[in-house]
């Protein structure tokens, strides 16, 4: 079992930035692909951001998000962070880590997840 626990989201105006934190315990991450995915009020989860657990760290962006936002981890703090700039109220949502076995864009392709943590974009 892999336990999850979400950071670092808040109130932010717009063009602003947040760094989430997604600290894991319970096992190593190390062979765990890892995502965010984020939801709205009122809508479905929505894929964010997704990096490999290989050596290459491949990474994964939802179009909406690209060149905003900078999903990384480090192995040896057991913890991935989500890099969130240029925020718009749009990005208003609460904001879940997820860990799966592989790399992909699709939510339930996770088998672990947080709890959450709210992002709110607003003036």
């Known amino acids: 079992q892999v336990q999850l626990v979400e950071s670092g989201g808040g109130l932010v105006q717009p063009g602003g930035s947040l760094r989430l934190s997604c600290a894991a315990s319970g096992r190593t991450i190390s062979r765990y692909a890892m995502g965010w995915i984020r939801q709205a009020p009122g809508k479905e989860r929505e894929f964010v951001a997704a990096v490999s657990w290989i050596s290459d760290r491949t990474t994964y962006y939802a179009d909406s998000v690209k060149g905003r936002f900078t999903i990384s981890r480090d192995n040896a703090k057991n913890t991935v962070y989500l890099q969130m700039n240029s925020l718009s109220p749009e990005d208003t949502a609460v904001y879940y880590c997820?860990?799966?076995?592989?790399?992909?864009?699709?939510?339930?392709?996770?088998?672990?997840w947080g709890q959450g943590t709210q992002v709110t974009v607003s003036s």
């Open positions: 997820a860990a799966g076995t592989i790399l992909t864009r699709s939510t339930g392709g996770y088998d672990y």
